[in-house]
């Protein structure tokens, strides 16, 4: 299962949280075997992020992934999810960060997976 998480330091409504989500969920699928159906993501708003030592509209995006230790899909996956906080939050392309994070065992519902 990926999870994406996402601070961002504007303010996110209830309409752009469901579009967030709706777009990431599509954006999955750009990496193999994924869909919005086994995405879980969250959101936390008007956090105090500073860039270049100011307060800007930045995003820091977190996206933790089972599964694709080479990567697959993950430069139009960045630019997908790169146009997504630029098209529903105005965030500059340039204050999107992603961070990846290649996870090697994952457990939910009480059955263990791993990736060996």
Same mark, same amino acid.
């Given at each position: 299962m990926p999870f994406i998480m996402s601070k961002v330091s504007v303010p996110v409504g209830a309409a752009q949280e469901?579009?967030?989500?709706?777009? $990431?969920?599509? !954006?999955? &699928?750009?990496?193999?075997?994924?869909?919005?159906?086994?995405? $879980? !993501?969250?959101? &936390?708003?008007?956090?105090r992020l500073y860039l270049r030592g100011n307060s800007e509209p930045v995003a820091y995006i977190e996206a933790s992934l089972f599964g694709n230790e080479r990567h697959i899909?993950?430069?139009?996956?960045? !630019?997908?999810?790169t146009e997504i906080f630029v098209d529903v939050l105005n965030i500059p392309p340039q204050n999107v960060y992603i961070?990846?994070?290649?996870?090697?065992?994952?457990?939910?519902?009480g059955m263990y997976f791993d990736r060996s």
């Open positions: 469901v579009q967030l989500k709706s777009r $990431l969920g599509k !954006a999955m &699928e750009l990496l193999p075997g994924l869909s919005e159906k086994y995405l $879980l !993501a969250g959101f &936390e708003s008007n956090c899909g993950y430069e139009n996956f960045s !630019a997908a999810v961070k990846f994070s290649d996870i090697a065992a994952w457990s939910v519902g």
